[in-house]
T-cell receptor, first 115, second 107 residues
Framework: EPEVTQTPSHQVTQMGQEVILRCVPISNHLYFYWYRQILGQKVEFLVSFYNNEISEKSEIFDDQFSVERPDGSNFTLKIRSTKLEDSAMYFC?????????????FGDGTRLSIL | KNEVEQSPQNLTAQEGEFITINCSYSVGISALHWLQQHPGGGIVSLFMLSSGKKKHGRLIATINIQEKHSSLHITASHPRDSAVYICAVSGNNDMRFGAGTRLTVKP
């Protein structure tokens, strides 16, 4: 069964550094998402992306964050100047249709640790 | 107040028991999702529903749109069902999550 793959599985970065989290969504999917889960807390929506632009974003997704689909397969989340509070598990997901019509498939996550 | 409330927070059951996890929401939605998060952190989508009832194996999900309430039932629970079960609601392209219910099924 096709999967959403995320790399790396664990990223350790110094505070203030830029970090890029990478995702390869399922190939025929059109909608892409990033979520984060701070340790011990609930999953939070960050952003959704369709047709090469952001569809929705949450209050968390401020100017520090950006997303890109640089080629036909990758979907990336960039955090420009990381802060300690950015430490979390980041999940990528994709779906063929909008969330009201079809469930999404999640990657296994990237654990981001900011030192 | 959280937009998505789940109960209970934690649930311990003996193998074979019938389990119910509840979810209430306070916002307008296009769909409600039940997700399973494994101990390693990975998330699997179990159900997406906007009305009525869905069944998959030993899992049943129901939703009452008027009451803004959904339940996830597990029949004949098994230790491999131990996980965190998360209720989430979506508009067209965003999602709001409950805090999850940690289920432990003992043999």
């Amino acid at each position: 069964e096709p999967e959403v793959t995320q790399t790396p599985s664990h990223q350790v970065t110094q505070m203030g550094q830029e970090v890029i989290l990478r995702c390869v969504p399922i190939s025929n999917h059109l909608y892409f998402y990033w979520y984060r889960q701070i340790l011990g807390q609930k999953v939070e929506f960050l952003v959704s992306f369709y047709n090469n632009e952001i569809s929705e974003k949450s209050e968390i997704f401020d100017d520090q964050f950006s997303v890109e689909r640089p080629d036909g397969s990758n979907f990336t989340l960039k955090i420009r100047s990381t802060k300690l509070e950015d430490s979390a598990m980041y999940f990528c997901a994709s779906s063929q249709q909008i969330l009201s019509n079809q469930p999404q498939h999640f990657g296994d996550g990237t654990r981001l640790s900011i030192l | 107040k959280n937009e998505v409330e789940q109960s209970p927070q934690n649930l311990t059951a003996q193998e074979g028991e019938f389990i119910t996890i509840n979810c209430s929401y306070s916002v307008g939605i296009s769909a409600l999702h039940w997700l399973q998060q494994h101990p390693g952190g990975g998330i699997v989508s179990l159900f997406m529903l906007s009305s009525g009832k869905k069944k998959h194996g030993r899992l049943i999900a129901t939703i009452n749109i008027q009451e803004k309430h959904s339940s996830l039932h597990i029949t004949a629970s098994h230790p491999r069902d131990s996980a965190v079960y998360i209720c989430a609601v979506s508009g067209n392209n965003d999602m709001r999550f409950g805090a999850g219910t940690r289920l432990t099924v003992k043999p």
